[in-house]
């Protein structure tokens, strides 16, 4: 059998004791312990081509799924999806990359193949 995964993204939980990985291909978020041992896997049939992660100061992780056009919020231990921030129907668009703004208390999302960046607020 071979397995492929290929890291796309990662990105490390404020603590330092989690790291989150995404690969484009296997359309699953990886969530590792420090040294290194598998602490969950999530996936999702409805999930097609994991392209953006981002852990926010307060351990929330962001992933965007670039062909489902969802921006979607993942429970900090890796396991279950907490909700949709952001569709096809808020505008985005084939999303990229996404990332969380203390300052604003903004969700900034990138999209591919166009010129603009969507701006969330959130409470």
């Not at 995404?22 to 040294?35: E, P, S």
């Amino acid at each position: 059998m071979l397995l492929c995964f290929a890291v796309d993204r990662c990105a490390v939980s404020p603590t330092g004791d989690r790291l989150y990985i995404i690969g484009y291909w296997n359309d699953k978020l990886l969530t590792l312990a420090r040294d290194g041992t598998l602490l969950a896997t999530y996936t999702d049939p409805a999930l097609d081509g994991l392209t953006g992660l981002h852990v926010t100061p307060a351990g929330q992780v962001l992933v965007c799924d670039c062909w489902s056009n969802t921006v979607l919020q993942v429970g900090w231990e890796g396991e279950s999806k907490l909700a949709n921030l952001a569709t096809q129907e808020d505008g985005v668009r084939l999303p990229e990359s996404v990332c969380y703004s203390s300052t604003t208390s903004s969700i900034i999302v990138g999209q591919r193949l166009k010129d603009t960046i969507l701006v969330f607020r959130v409470e």
